[in-house]
């Protein structure tokens, strides 16, 4: 009787020792295709933000190891990537995806020193000049570009007056650095155009009165007259009757017509004007003309 209780015994702790063991299917499921990109000719894996697949176990430690075949370092290129995953239990799963490596250089960066020029004062001899007759200083500027060509631009007007303009000077280089600097152009005009056309001129003055049934034509007469600057920059004054008139750079000017009509034109040629008036109304009408050469 204690033989057989003795094997009985023995059975149980066998069959206890060699319990089936725990079956724990894993789900896991792997990144997506992922691209990275690099500025250096090879990186380290460990330096990349690799992903971690999503896996779950249903064993009772729900720890799971990961084993890749991501090489240590990696070179621009696609890369297959497999990752195997283990539970305590025993239990493995796989999944695969597509690294990418791209290389891209980065831009060079630069530092540019500016120097302005100094404040400048140029004396014009025209009412107008064009900003590209001045040729003004560029600024000094160097850069620490690998290119070291610079490019200039600035905010000056194509044509310019006297007066005072603050001029802004822009710069960037090859690399895609920018400065920008300012200083101050002073033009001051030293030239009257009117000094060529003032002096004194003797001509002949022919006249004549005339309506629809008369004409009269009064003798011709010698006389001087005398041209001096008006009170506006682009005048002068006729002085024998006291007339300021406007004229342009050529020495021109068309007078309008007011109370009835009243035409004069001043023209300078050289060293000799003409002058043609004519005044009066439809019915009754006065002309002179006036030629003569400066004194």
């Known amino acids: 009787m204690k033989k057989i209780l003795r094997w009985y015994v023995i059975c149980a702790v066998i069959y206890a020792c060699h319990e089936p063991p725990e079956i724990s299917p894993i789900l896991l499921e792997c990144p997506q295709d992922i691209t990275f990109i690099i500025h250096t000719p090879v990186v380290a894996s460990q330096f990349l933000p690799l992903p971690v697949p999503a896996g779950t176990t249903t064993c009772s430690n729900p720890e799971l190891q990961f084993v890749s075949n991501i090489p240590s370092e990696?070179?621009?290129k696609s890369y297959d990537i497999s990752i195997e995953a283990k539970d305590a239990c025993g239990a493995k799963s796989v999944c695969n995806y597509r690294l990418t490596?791209?290389?891209?250089?980065?831009?060079e960066v630069s530092t540019i020193q500016l120097e302005c020029p100094q404040d400048i004062t140029l004396e014009?001899?025209?009412?107008?000049?064009?900003?590209?007759?001045?040729?003004?200083?560029d600024p000094v500027a160097t850069t620490s570009c690998s290119n070291p060509e610079l490019n200039f631009n600035s905010n000056l007007p194509d044509e310019l007056t006297a007066g005072t303009y603050q001029v802004k000077v822009?710069?960037?280089d090859e690399c895609g650095s920018k400065d920008s600097c300012t200083y101050s152009l002073t033009l001051e005009n030293v030239y009257d155009y009117r000094d060529k056309f003032l002096g004194t001129y003797m001509?002949?003055?022919?006249c004549g009165w005339f309506n629809p049934d008369t004409l009269v034509f009064k003798p011709d007469t010698m006389i001087t007259l005398s041209i001096l600057?008006?009170?506006k920059f682009n005048t002068i004054i006729v002085l024998e009757d006291d007339d300021e008139v406007i004229i342009d750079t050529t020495g021109t000017f068309p007078?309008?017509?007011?109370?009835?009509?009243?035409?004069?034109?001043?023209?300078?040629?050289?060293?000799s004007l003409c002058i043609s008036q004519s005044w009066g109304t439809v019915a009754s009408q006065s002309s002179c003309s006036f030629r003569g050469r400066k004194n």
């Open 101 to 107: 490596i791209i290389y891209e250089e980065l831009p």
């Open 170 to 172: 822009g710069v960037h």
């Open 203 to 206: 001509g002949i003055r022919s």
């Open 229 to 231: 600057k008006g009170s």
């Open 255 to 271: 007078y309008p017509s007011f109370g009835g009509y009243r035409f004069y034109r001043l023209n300078f040629s050289n060293d």
């Open 74 to 76: 990696l070179e621009p």
């Open 124 to 137: 014009i001899t025209t009412p107008l000049i064009l900003a590209q007759a001045l040729h003004l200083p």
